[in-house]
């Protein structure tokens, strides 16, 4: 059974930066390259918002809300990826998922990010 295991959040500034991660485990790491993956994230009373994709080429494709301030990569040996977010804002605030874009996995528990001065 595939687990996702998101950590990294914490509390941070306006201004501020955090360092996401997502580790993948219950696959094998050949099938992990061959997985497009995604970041979400849900703030309280909204529904979950896609923030940034990964194709198995590498490509990347990011919301307008995040696009300049996030960076997503993987790391198909250590089948993890990880979401650089910069320049963070009070709007930012949310639980952070990782997934697939579609035909998701089950979820994992998510690690909040909250931005307050």
């Known amino acids: 059974q595939v687990q996702l295991v998101e950590s990294g959040g914490g509390l941070v500034e306006p201004g501020g930066s955090l360092r996401l991660s997502c580790t993948v485990s219950g696959m094998s790491n050949a099938f992990f390259g061959t997985v497009t993956w995604a970041w979400f994230r849900q703030a309280p009373g909204k529904s979950r918002e896609q923030v940034a994709r990964i194709l198995t080429s590498g490509s990347t494709v990011y919301a307008d809300s995040v696009k300049g301030r996030i960076t997503i990569s993987r790391d198909n040996a250590k089948m993890t990826l990880n979401l650089q977010l910069n320049n963070l804002k009070p709007e930012d605030t949310a639980l952070y998922y990782c997934?697939?874009?579609?035909?998701?996995?089950?979820w994992g528990q998510g690690t909040q990010v909250t931005v307050s001065s």
């Open positions: 997934n697939r874009p579609v035909i998701y996995y089950d």
